[in-house]
Structures are given as structure tokens and as C-alpha cells.
């Protein structure tokens, strides 16, 4: 039966994917999980595409969870923040943090080149 089959498929991808993150669990990649939820404003990588959404790669860890706290109490006005930062638990708030302030601020640009700084090689 047809329907059969795409429920042993489903369990054999399930099987498999559970394997995977057995391998690699850690706080990482729950925060990458949880980080995918900002991508759709901040942009992947949490450099933002738009004027509108800033981006928040590689501000300080501090300063993210700060106004994550900030925007949920209302201290810091915002326009969407609010409702977003109310959303996660203080743990979630720390490993996203952790997580962006770790990725580089700028998608490292293509080296053009440039002898003007003597740097031959
Ligand atoms: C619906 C779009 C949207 C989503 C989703 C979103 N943000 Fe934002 N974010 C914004 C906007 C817009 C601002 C500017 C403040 C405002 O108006 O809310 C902002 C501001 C921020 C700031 C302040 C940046 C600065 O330079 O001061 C931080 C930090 C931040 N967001 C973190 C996050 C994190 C972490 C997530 C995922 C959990 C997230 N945002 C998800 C739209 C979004």
C-alpha cells in the first residue's frame, strides 16, 4: 500500500536525522535552530538586508541579550522586538547572544587587488 511506504520512508529520514543530532548535540545547535527565527528580518548570518532591521552580527554578547530584556519589558521601544523577545526563555536569550555575537559582522568582501599598501607577495 501506498500509504504504508511514505510512513516507512518518513520513519527511516526521522531514524536518520535522530542520528545526526545525536552526533553533534550541543548549546550550538539549539541556538542555530533558534537563530533561524531571527533570519527572516536580520537576514542569515544576522547581517540584514534592509534599512528597516538592523543587523546583529558580532555586536556584544551584553548588548544583545540587554536589549532582548529591554524590548520584552518595553523599556526600549520597538516595533516588532516586543512581541519576538517575549518569546524566549533566559536560556534562549543567552545562546542566541552567544550565537550572533560570534558571527562576523560583514560577509567577508572578495580581496581586490590592490598594490597601494606595498603588500606584494
Ligand atoms: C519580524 C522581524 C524580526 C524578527 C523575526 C526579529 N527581529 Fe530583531 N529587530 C527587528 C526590528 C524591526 C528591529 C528594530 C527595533 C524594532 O523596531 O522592533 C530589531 C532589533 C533587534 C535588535 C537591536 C539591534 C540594535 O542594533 O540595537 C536585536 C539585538 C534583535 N533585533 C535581535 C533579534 C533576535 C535575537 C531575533 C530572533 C530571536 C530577532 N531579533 C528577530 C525585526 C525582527
Redesign the pocket.
Known amino acids: 500500500m501506498k500509504q504504508t511506504k511514505l510512513i516507512l520512508i518518513g520513519s527511516a529520514l526521522l531514524a536518520s536525522s535522530t542520528f545526526i543530532n545525536l552526533a553533534h548535540a550541543t548549546v550550538i545547535d539549539r541556538a542555530t535552530i ?2 533561524n ?2 533570519a ?3 537576514g542569515p548570518n544576522g547581517i540584514s538586508n534592509g534599512p ?5 552580527a558580532g ?1 556584544p554578547k551584553n ?2 541579550s540587554e ?2 530584556y529591554d ?1 520584552a519589558t518595553g523599556k526600549r ?6 512581541r ?2 517575549k ?2 526563555t533566559d536560556a ?2 543567552k545562546a ?2 552567544d550565537y ?1 555575537s560570534k558571527l562576523p559582522k560583514k560577509a567577508t568582501e572578495p580581496k581586490k587587488t590592490n598594490n597601494h599598501h606595498g603588500h606584494n607577495h
Do not use: E, K, N
Open positions: 533558534l537563530a527565527t531571527c527572516g528580518c536580520h528597516l532591521t538592523p543587523s546583529i555586536l548588548y544583545i536589549s532582548m524590548f521601544p520597538s516595533t516588532v522586538m516586543q519576538i523577545a518569546g524566549y534562549d536569550i542566541l547572544s550572533f
